[in-house]
Structure formats: structure tokens, C-alpha cells
């Protein structure tokens, strides 16, 4: 195949390139002084410094204000099917380097930027793949690496029953493209049930969030596990009852789980028949900041109190805002959790920085007279691996403390 790098040269400005010099991945359109050459958005092209140094190769999309995506810092990279299937070798062989082998079975084989391959996310559920593809030259690129990736594992002995694409976050429309959802290749029953911690699920990778799934958090969910035996435990923003039934497994007398999401009530009320935990693991739909503070007033407690909401933001012009959404419910939490229990509390955007949410939660413990002894800090699972630079791909913050009331 042909070397797919065009004869078009993007030239950065004078002291610009700063994310890129610093080992990013993202080059912006106020940073660029000329591009010469003809080319197609999504087409690969090359980046210079601007006194002609090669920086590297990446596609370029007139319609994003991230510019160009790099894909190589090597200035005679060759990109070609055989580069792509590199890239993909890579990305598994970090996962089998660093995972428990039994965790092979469910994990996030693909994540963007940190793996070289920006805008892609591929995750695997047993024998199922789930791909996401969120910029327009990666779209391009998308059936070479997913062809290379199936025929990797199953190589490897993890046979690939079906792929299918859930390409349908709203980001899309500022790369130019639609959102789409659909097979890729034949068609195949897209339930499927997973283990991970040694909770069972059943995975709906069509009408799941995102690829159906938060595989993330799979190592934070194990860690509150030797919290809650014989303990009272409220698991707010449940989703599919995740840690709640990782509460459950690991012997709580008594979980409740809240969500907004009647579908997601749903799945994870059949998630605690699977894993025969009706009989104390219960869920229902709530709005968790309107039921937190109901909660308090009828003089509940618990020994362990579980906050794992969305994204309180999703652009750095909105921090202001999540940063009392996050104050808010924490104090929240922090009312309903018993004196020497703990809480368990998270953060999933990357707007909110480690420093901002720490700060937030001592604001939030103050606030209501609490003092706080931290267990552990943990952030996304090691198959979302943190690449330095990429701001993008650190986004995950994770606090158990153990909470006192000021005496």
C-alpha cells in the first residue's frame, strides 16, 4: 500500500506548537502561519516548526479548531496498513503487559491519543468489539485498523464474534461528520454478558452509555470491595449498579442504588438477579440531588457512601459551574455517611483537575463539619493509560476518605 503521508506542509507560528513540542498529540488553528498544498480534510499531511523543522505527520480537518491530529513524530514515517496494524500491535501488547490476564476479557483495547491513534476508542467486551471514532481522518482510517485489530486477537486466541460502532457523541458534528451507529461487517446479538470483578452483566452495547459500558473504573470499583462487608452502603448515580453490586459481592448487609434513568434501574436491578444479590442489593430511580437531602431529613445513614456522577462539565468555560455542582453534592454525601464511615467520590472530566476537585471536596467537608482521612487517590484503569501532555487523556479522579465528625 502506499505511503498515505500528502505532499502538503502545515507551518506552525513562531513560539506556537507548545502542546505538540511538549508531547501532545493536538495542533491548533490559531497556531498554524500556512499550509501549502492541496488536500481533502482527513487527509495525512506533514507539520513544520516554523523555520522548517519537521515536527511529524498528522490528518488534518479545516472544520475543527484542532487542526491537525499527529499521528507520528518522525518526519519520514511511512503511514501505511503496515504503520496502522503497528500502532494496533502496540496499543494490545501494553494491555497484555500491564493487565491481569483475566482481565483481558473486558477491556479498552484503544484510547486515542494515549495509545498514538487520535480519536479512537475501541473497547472489548468478551468476544464483542465496540468502536468509537471521533475525528474525521480516523474515521478514514477506521476499517484498516479494525480489520488489523480482529485479526490480531484472534491470533491470539480471543475470537472476535462481531464489531459493531457507536460513533454517536454530539462531538462529531464539530469534526463535520454525523453521528452514526451501526454493524460493522454481519450482524450478531448485541447483549452480552461480561465479568469483571467477579460481578456479572449483561452489556447492551447498542443503547448502553457510550460503548455501552465504563470499563474505568473497573480497579476503583474492586477497591471499595474491602469496605463494605456487612456495611450499610448508598451508591449514588448507579448507572448499571456498578458499585453497588460490587458492594454487594463483597458482603454488604445493605445497598441502595440511585439513577435518574428508569433503563438504567432496569439493567441494574436484573445485574443484582445475575449475580443473586436481590435479596440486598436494591435500586430506583431518583434525581440523586433532589433524594440525598430527603435521605438526611428522614435520619438515614450509611457506612459507605458511593458519588460517581456524570461530568459536571464539559468545556473549561463551564468549570465554575461544575465546581458548585460538585460542592454541592459532596456536601450532600458527606451529610448521610455515619461518624468513621467513608465516601467514595469521583470526578470524570478533565476540566476538573486533581487540584480543583481536591480543593472542592475540602470545601465541601468544611462546609458541613466534617473532617476527612484519606484512604487512597486512584485514577481511570491502566487500559486508560495517562499519556503525559495529552491533557485530554487524564480525566478520571478517585477518593475514598474516611469521614469524622469535628468534635
Same mark, same amino acid.
Given at each position: 500500500?502506499?505511503?498515505?503521508?500528502?505532499?502538503?506542509?502545515?507551518?506552525?507560528?513562531?513560539?506556537?506548537?507548545?502542546?505538540?513540542?511538549?508531547?501532545?498529540?493536538?495542533?491548533?488553528?490559531?497556531?498554524?502561519?500556512?499550509?501549502?498544498?492541496?488536500?481533502?480534510?482527513?487527509?495525512?499531511?506533514?507539520?513544520?516548526?516554523?523555520?522548517?523543522?519537521?515536527?511529524?505527520?498528522?490528518?488534518?480537518?479545516?472544520?475543527?479548531?484542532?487542526?491537525?491530529?499527529?499521528?507520528?513524530?518522525?518526519?519520514?514515517?511511512?503511514?501505511?496498513?503496515?504503520?496502522?496494524?503497528?500502532?494496533?500491535?502496540?496499543?494490545?501488547?501494553?494491555?497484555?503487559?500491564?493487565?491481569?490476564?483475566?482481565?483481558?476479557?473486558?477491556?479498552?483495547?484503544?484510547?486515542?491519543?494515549?495509545?498514538?491513534?487520535?480519536?479512537?476508542?475501541?473497547?472489548?467486551?468478551?468476544?464483542?468489539?465496540?468502536?468509537?471514532?471521533?475525528?474525521?481522518?480516523?474515521?478514514?482510517?477506521?476499517?484498516?485498523? /479494525?480489520?488489523?485489530?480482529?485479526?490480531? !486477537?484472534?491470533?491470539? *486466541?480471543? +475470537?472476535?464474534?462481531? %464489531?459493531?460502532?457507536?460513533?454517536? @457523541?454530539?462531538?462529531?458534528?464539530?469534526?463535520?461528520?454525523?453521528?452514526?451507529?451501526?454493524?460493522?461487517?454481519?450482524?450478531?446479538?448485541?447483549?452480552?454478558?461480561?465479568?469483571?470483578?467477579?460481578?456479572?452483566?449483561?452489556?447492551?452495547?447498542?443503547?448502553?452509555?457510550?460503548?455501552?459500558?465504563?470499563?474505568?473504573?473497573?480497579?476503583?470499583?474492586?477497591?471499595?470491595?474491602?469496605?463494605?462487608?456487612?456495611?450499610?452502603?448508598?451508591?449514588?448515580?448507579?448507572?448499571?449498579?456498578?458499585?453497588?453490586?460490587?458492594?454487594?459481592?463483597?458482603?454488604?448487609?445493605?445497598?441502595?442504588?440511585?439513577?435518574?434513568?428508569?433503563?438504567?434501574?432496569?439493567?441494574?436491578?436484573?445485574?443484582?438477579?445475575?449475580?443473586?444479590?436481590?435479596?440486598?442489593?436494591?435500586?430506583?430511580?431518583?434525581? /440523586?440531588?433532589?433524594?440525598?437531602?430527603? !435521605?438526611?431529613?428522614? *435520619?438515614? +445513614?450509611?457506612?459507605? %457512601?458511593?458519588?460517581?456522577?456524570? @461530568?459536571?462539565?464539559?468545556?473549561?468555560?463551564?468549570?465554575?459551574?461544575?465546581?458548585?455542582?460538585?460542592?454541592?453534592?459532596?456536601?450532600?454525601?458527606?451529610?448521610?455517611?455515619?461518624?468513621?464511615?467513608?465516601?467514595?467520590?469521583?470526578?470524570?472530566?478533565?476540566?476538573?483537575?486533581?487540584?480543583?476537585?481536591?480543593?472542592?471536596?475540602?470545601?465541601?467537608?468544611?462546609?458541613?463539619?466534617?473532617?476527612?482521612?484519606?484512604?487512597?487517590?486512584?485514577?481511570?484503569?491502566?487500559?486508560?493509560?495517562?499519556?503525559?501532555?495529552?491533557?485530554?487523556?487524564?480525566?478520571?479522579?478517585?477518593?475514598?476518605?474516611?469521614?469524622?465528625?469535628?468534635?
Amino acid at each position: 500500500m502506499e505511503n498515505l503521508v500528502k505532499n502538503v506542509i502545515v507551518t506552525l507560528k513562531k513560539g506556537e506548537g507548545r502542546t505538540i513540542k511538549s508531547g501532545g498529540s493536538w495542533v491548533y488553528d490559531n497556531e498554524i502561519a500556512s499550509i501549502t498544498g492541496s488536500f481533502t480534510n482527513g487527509d495525512i499531511v506533514m507539520v513544520h516548526d516554523f523555520d522548517g523543522y519537521p515536527m511529524g505527520a498528522g490528518f488534518i480537518n479545516q472544520n475543527s479548531t484542532i487542526r491537525v491530529r499527529m499521528l507520528t513524530r518522525k518526519a519520514d514515517q511511512v503511514i501505511d496498513e503496515a504503520f496502522l496494524r503497528m500502532r494496533v500491535e502496540n496499543a494490545w501488547n501494553y494491555r497484555k503487559e500491564t493487565m491481569p490476564e483475566k482481565d483481558l476479557n473486558c477491556c479498552r483495547v484503544i484510547f486515542g491519543e494515549a495509545d498514538w491513534l487520535p480519536g479512537l476508542v475501541i473497547d472489548k467486551y468478551d468476544d464483542v468489539l465496540v468502536v468509537e471514532s471521533l475525528a474525521l481522518g480516523i474515521d478514514k482510517l477506521k476499517p484498516m485498523i /479494525v480489520e488489523a485489530l480482529v485479526d490480531i !486477537l484472534n491470533k491470539d *486466541g480471543f +475470537k472476535v464474534r462481531g %464489531v459493531y460502532e457507536r460513533s454517536d @457523541a454530539p462531538v462529531r458534528k464539530k469534526e463535520g461528520l454525523k453521528p452514526f451507529k451501526g454493524f460493522i461487517g454481519e450482524e450478531f446479538d448485541t447483549n452480552v454478558e461480561i465479568v469483571e470483578n467477579g460481578v456479572h452483566y449483561m452489556v447492551d452495547v447498542v443503547n448502553g452509555q457510550k460503548t455501552g459500558f465504563f470499563l474505568d473504573q473497573k480497579y476503583n470499583r474492586l477497591s471499595i470491595q474491602k469496605l463494605c462487608k456487612g456495611k450499610k452502603v448508598l451508591d449514588c448515580f448507579t448507572h448499571m449498579g456498578t458499585f453497588a453490586l460490587n458492594a454487594g459481592i463483597a458482603g454488604a448487609s445493605d445497598v441502595t442504588g440511585l439513577d435518574i434513568s428508569e433503563y438504567a434501574v432496569m439493567q441494574a436491578t436484573e445485574n443484582a438477579k445475575r449475580n443473586n444479590l436481590s435479596d440486598t442489593v436494591h435500586f430506583r430511580a431518583a434525581d /440523586v440531588l433532589d433524594e440525598l437531602p430527603k !435521605l438526611y431529613e428522614q *435520619g438515614e +445513614k450509611y457506612d459507605v %457512601v458511593i458519588l460517581d456522577p456524570p @461530568a459536571f462539565t464539559k468545556s473549561r468555560e463551564a468549570t465554575k459551574n461544575a465546581i458548585k455542582g460538585y460542592r454541592e453534592i459532596n456536601m450532600k454525601g458527606l451529610k448521610l455517611v455515619k461518624d468513621g464511615g467513608f465516601l467514595a467520590t469521583c470526578s470524570c472530566s478533565h476540566f476538573m483537575t486533581q487540584e480543583l476537585f481536591t480543593q472542592t471536596i475540602s470545601q465541601a467537608a468544611k462546609s458541613v463539619h466534617k473532617r476527612l482521612r484519606q484512604v487512597e487517590f486512584r485514577t481511570q484503569a491502566l487500559d486508560h493509560p495517562i499519556l503525559w501532555a495529552a491533557d485530554e487523556s487524564y480525566y478520571l479522579k478517585f477518593y475514598i476518605f474516611q469521614v469524622v465528625d469535628e468534635k
